[in-house]
């Protein structure tokens, strides 16, 4: 089979846009997913959109079972999966009904002919059929029997048509492969491998591929294929990675710059449940993972680990940080190092499982009982989660502290090029554990106290059963150094103000705030989590047409870094981007009296950077009129 990446009719674009859509069973996941990894081969820049029906077993052919996979491949350096797609593969009506409304004016929709029947039509709530009622017509229609041609394919190899049909989605992905010139060798050699020991699969599969591929040329579609030039990245070797599997991998590398054995006490949650699976692959780096019976057992037998001397780790989702809001206390109270990942989707309560969103802040904040706080860690893109877990387990480790490591679904399940590391140059963790007795009491024998501190207020971390460093801590509080359970008002007063005044001092060991833009600009957009591709977008845009813009990401949440209260104060106009209802607005305006001004978005997706450029520049009109 050829390739044409270098074809010479392909007409050249910096970059395309393609959303896949179809039943939940139509493998549209995969084929995105194999559709991006022959891109990032090629050498594109590239960013991805996952999306899932909420749905675990949506009735076929319905709105709510239609599952959609959203790519940007560039020849330039992207940060979102694209305002809207300029190419819709619709596997069925609910599928075009569902997603039409997103594709670009003009835009191109390749549809699989053969599930347009009635019975399909009225599933999806079609009172005509949109290919003969004309509104499609402002759009660029190929309708492709992918469905029966899959089924001709694959029928002299003895596959059955039902069976057959699973395979159409290689169909649309060797179409899809031939159109915009992606490699074919990858995908072919995926199939192998994938299917290995069924040999049925990988020919129907393969078969399917190959006819998809060899379709656009025999359907005589010249005039549609695309060609995008690999983009111009800094060398090295790169992997395609998704944000659970990065924030896993730096996981493992903290603890492995610590010197640390990593413990995960976790209970399945969407959509963190992946970090659970991928951790479980990795007990050659001494990763114990333990899938408790609830989240308040999960969380608790982390902290037992944490008491016990390991790098304790919980994942979950909001509602599970609400389960665990108690056991968290409880770690803030007795000062060990634990890190609670909260990979955020909608809510309130069971919410939005399969969407986005990242309104967890104020609860990572605020929600346990008293005054307990403890330092706040975002990530903001995929990649990005591998520094955000190494640094969240820093924190952790060097302040003997719970630390919240925030990310969402949307960084979760999206995917982008990720540079690999050198090994070398990844951040040392600085872990030190008591070894002696620390004190001596009135007759002059050595004692050891768990709340005596050092300079920056950190108690001695000692693992049970080390000689003569026998303490307790726990739930009842204590009295600061001896560690001796306390009633003493003074003690309790004193005892809350060291707790704050510990994490606050975590500023004073924080990078410098970053000004990215105009210096002088009228207008700063701050972000946090992942808004960060958006802004990043729209400030491209911004900054090419001449406009004085400021952008701010902020990854440490709690505390603020030192600088930024200044550094917002500069600016005329400060803009909040959050999905949520404004709550990073609340924190910047009671800790900073600065103006911030929210925009907001609750709806399970991600901003676009269209959506935030224009807010912008509507914006800087108004400042000018």
């Given at each position: 089979?050829?390739?044409?990446?270098d074809?010479?009719?392909?007409?050249?674009?910096d970059?395309?846009?393609?959303?896949?859509?179809?039943?939940?069973?139509?493998?549209?996941?995969?084929?995105?997913?194999?559709?991006?990894?022959?891109?990032?081969?090629?050498?594109?820049?590239l960013?991805?959109?996952?999306?899932?029906?909420?749905?675990?077993?949506?009735?076929?052919?319905?709105?709510?079972?239609?599952?959609?996979?959203?790519?940007?491949?560039?020849?330039?350096?992207?940060?979102?999966?694209?305002?809207?797609?300029?190419?819709?593969?619709?596997?069925?009506?609910?599928?075009?009904?569902?997603?039409?409304?997103?594709?670009?004016?003009?835009?191109?929709?390749?549809?699989?002919?053969?599930a347009?029947?009635?019975?399909?039509?009225?599933?999806?709530?079609?009172?005509?059929?949109?290919?003969?009622?004309?509104?499609?017509?402002?759009?660029?229609?190929?309708?492709?029997?992918?469905?029966?041609?899959?089924?001709?394919?694959?029928?002299?190899?003895?596959?059955?048509?039902r069976?057959?049909?699973r395979?159409?989605?290689?169909?649309?992905?060797?179409?899809?492969s031939?159109?915009?010139?992606?490699?074919?060798?990858?995908?072919?050699?995926?199939?192998?491998?994938?299917?290995?020991?069924?040999?049925?699969?990988?020919?129907?599969?393969?078969?399917?591929?190959?006819?998809?591929?060899?379709?656009?040329?025999?359907?005589?579609?010249?005039?549609?294929?695309?060609?995008?030039?690999?983009?111009?990245?800094?060398?090295?070797?790169?992997t395609?990675i998704?944000?659970?599997?990065?924030?896993?991998?730096?996981?493992?590398?903290?603890?492995?710059?610590?010197?640390?054995?990593?413990?995960?006490?976790?209970?399945?949650?969407?959509?963190?449940?992946?970090?659970?699976?991928?951790?479980?692959?990795?007990?050659?780096?001494?990763?114990?993972?333990?899938?408790?019976e609830?989240?308040?057992?999960?969380?608790?037998?982390?902290?037992?680990?944490?008491?016990?001397?390991?790098?304790?780790?919980?994942?979950?989702?909001?509602?599970?940080?609400?389960?665990?809001?108690?056991?968290?206390?409880?770690?803030?109270?007795?000062?060990?190092?634990?890190?609670?990942?909260?990979?955020?989707?909608?809510?309130?309560?069971?919410?939005?499982?399969?969407?986005?969103?990242?309104?967890?802040?104020?609860?990572?904040?605020?929600g346990?009982?008293?005054?307990?706080?403890?330092?706040?860690?975002?990530?903001h893109?995929?990649?990005?989660?591998?520094?955000?877990?190494?640094?969240?387990?820093?924190?952790?480790?060097?302040?003997?502290?719970?630390?919240?490591?925030?990310?969402?679904?949307?960084?979760?399940?999206?995917?982008?090029p990720?540079?690999?590391?050198?090994?070398?140059?990844?951040?040392a963790?600085?872990?030190?554990?008591?070894?002696?007795?620390?004190?001596?009491?009135?007759?002059?024998?050595?004692?050891?106290?768990?709340?005596?501190?050092?300079?920056?207020?950190?108690?001695?971390?000692?693992?049970p059963?080390?000689?003569?460093?026998?303490?307790?801590?726990?739930?009842?509080?204590?009295?600061?150094?001896?560690?001796?359970?306390?009633?003493?008002?003074?003690?309790?007063?004193?005892?809350?103000?060291?707790?704050?005044?510990?994490?606050?001092?975590i500023?004073?060991?924080?990078?410098?705030?970053?000004?990215?833009?105009?210096?002088?600009?009228?207008?700063?957009?701050?972000?946090?989590?992942?808004?960060?591709?958006?802004?990043?977008?729209?400030?491209?845009?911004?900054?090419?047409?001449?406009?004085?813009?400021?952008?701010?990401?902020?990854?440490?949440?709690?505390?603020?870094?030192?600088?930024?209260?200044?550094?917002?104060?500069?600016?005329?106009?400060?803009?909040?981007?959050?999905?949520?209802?404004?709550?990073?607005?609340?924190?910047?305006?009671?800790?900073?009296?600065?103006?911030a001004?929210?925009?907001?978005?609750?709806?399970?997706?991600?901003?676009?950077?269209?959506?935030?450029?224009?807010?912008?520049?509507?914006?800087?009109?108004?400042?000018?009129?």
């Amino acid at each position: 089979m050829t390739d044409l990446a270098d074809a010479p009719n392909a007409r050249d674009v910096d970059r395309v846009v393609i959303r896949f859509a179809g039943d939940s069973g139509d493998g549209m996941q995969l084929t995105g997913d194999r559709f991006t990894s022959a891109s990032a081969l090629f050498g594109n820049d590239l960013a991805t959109l996952p999306e899932f029906p909420a749905e675990i077993r949506a009735p076929a052919g319905t709105l709510a079972g239609v599952s959609a996979f959203q790519v940007q491949i560039s020849s330039e350096p992207i940060s979102t999966p694209g305002d809207e797609p300029t190419v819709l593969v619709a596997m069925n009506p609910a599928a075009l009904m569902s997603d039409l409304n997103r594709l670009a004016a003009g835009g191109t929709i390749i549809a699989n002919d053969d599930a347009f029947e009635e019975r399909n039509l009225e599933k999806a709530g079609y009172v005509d059929n949109p290919f003969e009622d004309g509104s499609l017509d402002g759009y660029t229609l190929i309708r492709v029997p992918m469905t029966r041609l899959t089924r001709e394919v694959c029928e002299p190899l003895g596959v059955k048509p039902r069976d057959a049909e699973r395979s159409k989605n290689f169909f649309a992905l060797g179409l899809v492969s031939w159109m915009y010139t992606r490699p074919t060798e990858p995908t072919l050699e995926w199939i192998a491998q994938k299917f290995a020991g069924r040999d049925a699969v990988i020919a129907a599969n393969t078969a399917a591929f190959k006819a998809g591929h060899a379709y656009g040329e025999t359907a005589e579609l010249g005039s549609h294929v695309v060609s995008i030039a690999p983009a111009s990245l800094p060398p090295g070797e790169y992997t395609n990675i998704n944000g659970n599997t990065a924030l896993s991998w730096g996981l493992i590398a903290a603890s492995v710059q610590a010197g640390l054995p990593l413990f995960l006490g976790s209970y399945p949650i969407t959509p963190a449940s992946d970090i659970l699976h991928e951790l479980a692959k990795h007990k050659n780096f001494g990763v114990r993972t333990f899938q408790a019976e609830d989240e308040i057992a999960a969380v608790s037998a982390a902290i037992g680990a944490a008491y016990g001397g390991h790098l304790a780790i919980t994942t979950t989702s909001g509602p599970g940080v609400a389960l665990k809001g108690e056991a968290i206390g409880l770690a803030v109270s007795m000062e060990l190092p634990l890190v609670i990942v909260d990979i955020q989707r909608g809510g309130p309560s069971t919410g939005l499982p399969t969407k986005t969103e990242a309104s967890d802040l104020l609860m990572a904040m605020y929600g346990r009982h008293g005054e307990s706080p403890m330092p706040v860690v975002a990530a903001h893109s995929p990649a990005q989660c591998f520094d955000a877990a190494i640094e969240a387990c820093r924190i952790a480790l060097e302040y003997k502290t719970p630390v919240m490591l925030l990310s969402d679904g949307y960084l979760a399940n999206s995917s982008e090029p990720w540079l690999l590391p050198d090994v070398d140059s990844l951040p040392a963790i600085d872990v030190s554990y008591a070894t002696e007795p620390n004190q001596t009491n009135e007759d002059g024998e050595p004692v050891f106290w768990p709340f005596a501190r050092d300079e920056k207020l950190v108690r001695p971390w000692a693992v049970p059963g080390t000689p003569g460093l026998m303490h307790r801590v726990g739930g009842l509080e204590k009295s600061d150094g001896p560690g001796n359970v306390s009633y003493d008002p003074a003690n309790h007063g004193r005892m809350t103000d060291i707790r704050a005044e510990r994490i606050d001092r975590i500023a004073d060991d924080l990078p410098d705030v970053v000004v990215e833009g105009s210096p002088g600009a009228k207008v700063c957009l701050v972000g946090w989590g992942s808004t960060w591709g958006a802004i990043r977008g729209a400030m491209r845009r911004l900054t090419a047409d001449g406009l004085d813009v400021a952008h701010i990401h902020i990854q440490h949440l709690h505390p603020f870094p030192n600088g930024l209260g200044e550094a917002l104060r500069s600016f005329d106009r400060v803009i909040v981007p959050e999905l949520n209802k404004g709550q990073l607005v609340k924190l910047l305006r009671a800790e900073f009296l600065v103006d911030a001004q929210g925009v907001n978005k609750v709806m399970g997706q991600p901003f676009t950077a269209a959506e935030l450029e224009s807010i912008v520049r509507q914006t800087l009109s108004e400042m000018e009129g």
